[in-house]
């Protein structure tokens, strides 16, 4: 289960058979704090790369934009492959099961 903001404007492709799949960058903040002895610990967030897929792959081709608030619920999938200079490389992915949009929709 993952809450964050999107990092970047959402990816959304269309796959075999018209199967939509939508990449999305998500930041989680574990927020700072101070420790008793008075030193500082900074604010530190991590970057996710979550795939959703078909339906919620098309909700957020139509609703989710940069700096949208969502819940994740989902399964981390870690993959390789050879990129063009053939360097081995590793990738770490959420398989999105469930999405709720936690940003509120202004009355247009």
Do not use: C, F
């Not at 999305?24 to 610990?41: I, P």
């Not at 770490?92 to 202004?106: V, Y």
């Amino acid at each position: 289960m993952l809450i964050g903001n999107v990092g970047l404007e959402p990816e959304v492709r269309y796959v075999d058979q018209g199967v939509a799949v939508a990449r999305v960058r998500l930041a989680t903040t574990e927020r700072g704090y101070t420790l008793q002895n008075g030193t500082q610990v900074p604010d530190r967030t991590e970057w996710h790369t979550v795939l959703l897929w078909k339906k919620l792959a098309e909700i957020v081709e139509k609703y989710v934009h940069k700096g949208d608030k969502l819940y994740i619920e989902g399964r981390i999938r870690y993959t390789t492959y050879d990129d063009k200079q053939g360097q081995r490389r590793y990738a770490t992915e959420i398989w999105a099961d469930n999405m709720e949009l936690l940003t509120p929709r202004s009355a247009e």
